[in-house]
């Protein structure tokens, strides 16, 4: 069984608001899947909270979610947030957000500055303006829970310019930002932590990937966790995703997934949001009934009526817990046979995955264990850009723009 960890990053929206007050179905079930009485076959005990959404409102918010010790907390620092606009920026904020996350969490990310959204552009003063909130970080913690570094860069200039201006704090992994979207991105911050031999340092115990959601990349992590394990490296791979989540907003319900092209299936119902027309159309609809696409499915057909729009396109968010539940189980599902077949034997791997998928996997497995990183990664560079439709290089910005 892999070591790798995925972490559903759903403690705000509708979701969020469920599980806070712990909502149940008539029959008793909790919508808490990492809870004790959730049906334990189905149970995840991962999750990723954001101080971003809720360092303010919840400052209890393991507790109030219903995290336990026996549950894997990430706690995400809120750097997204701050570039995107919002939240504010305030130097109090590194102290508020420090207590925050030892409070709340098992592993937190520094408070970083992403050099995105509203500060692209700004690549030289979000790594000052983060560098000062690491050294707050490493200077004030209590120990109650670990600490990851966190590297951006648009390619490996300025993940090395970042990474060398950084790397010498003392915390317990790293965390590669912007990447999630961009395998470019991905594999440049990936070459510059490998070419720096963090991954053969006792201090690194995590290597964390912000923001993933697309099948490719749940490929590409189980190999990064494999070829670390088969070193006998300690590292535990992390990443996380809200979409089958955000999925929901605009009526997505999962329903199949094509390893070949690397893509999700799903069909649309309307909502509020999405088609308001149509729901009270589809709410009449009385042989309307659900896809059937994963085991857990099962129990979801005795909470919900299946053949009953309006327990998943009513005006209230409990009415969409079933159709996140679904897409939630069903992305975990996927996840396992992804698990399955990157463990397994390489004859199945190769037929199961395109040509291009199968040479990149490959990479990792390359650079994880070469002596030079670097020398690996020039060397698929070309494949990197083309599957992340990078016509040319990203041009390299280092120099002083100030907010």
């Known amino acids: 069984m892999s070591n790798f960890k995925f972490l559903p990053s759903f403690s705000v929206g509708a979701f969020g608001d469920g599980l806070r007050k712990n909502f149940r179905y008539s029959n008793g079930l909790t919508i808490r899947f990492y809870a ?138 790293w965390a590669i930002g912007g990447s999630g979207g961009n395998l470019f991105k991905f594999f440049s911050g990936l070459a510059v932590l490998f070419e720096g031999k963090e991954h053969h340092k006792p201090t690194t115990n995590y290597i964390h990937i912000l923001g993933s959601s697309r099948i490719t990349y749940f490929f590409m992590l189980y190999q990064l966790q494999k070829s670390l394990e088969d070193l006998g490296l300690d590292i535990v791979v992390t990443s996380d995703s809200s979409a089958p989540d955000r999925a929901v907003v605009f009526g997505t319900y999962y329903t199949g997934y094509s390893f070949k092209k690397g893509t999700w299936q799903s069909i649309n119902f309307p909502n509020e949001a999405n088609h308001a027309e149509l729901v009270d159309e589809f709410c009449n609809l009385s042989n309307l009934e659900f896809p059937y696409t994963t085991e857990f499915d099962k129990i979801l057909r005795e909470c919900v009526d299946f053949k009953d729009m309006k327990q998943l396109v009513g005006t209230e968010g409990k009415y969409s817990y079933g159709m996140r539940l679904h897409n939630f189980m069903f992305y975990t599902d996927v996840l396992r046979r992804i698990e399955s077949i990157v463990y397994g034997h390489d004859y199945i791997l190769q037929q199961s995955i395109s040509k291009e998928l199968y040479t990149i996997l490959q990479s990792i497995d390359e650079m994880v264990k070469s002596d030079t990183p670097m020398r690996v990664y020039e060397k698929y560079k070309p494949l990197y850009m083309k599957m992340s439709n990078a016509k040319k290089q990203p041009s390299v910005n280092t120099g002083h723009k100030f907010f």
Not at 57 to 68: A, V
Not at 80 to 99: F, H, N
Not at 102 to 129: Q, T, W
């Open 36 to 173: 004790d009485d959730f049906p334990k076959e189905f149970q995840h005990n991962d999750f990723l909270i954001s101080a971003g959404h809720l360092v303010k409102s919840e400052p209890e918010c393991r507790k109030i979610m219903g995290l336990t010790d026996k549950n894997f907390v990430m706690g995400d620092s809120g750097g997204y947030q701050i570039c995107a606009g919002s939240m504010e920026w305030d130097p109090k904020l590194r102290g508020t957000i420090l207590e925050w996350l030892e409070h709340n969490s098992d592993v937190g990310m520094n408070l970083d500055i992403p050099p995105r959204v509203k500060y692209a552009g700004k690549f030289i003063e979000c790594l000052d303006l983060s560098k000062e909130n690491f050294k707050y970080f490493a200077d004030n913690r209590t120990g109650s829970c670990e600490l990851l570094n966190i590297i951006h860069g648009q390619d490996v200039v300025e993940f090395k310019k970042w990474y060398d201006t950084i790397k010498d704090f003392p915390f317990d992994g």
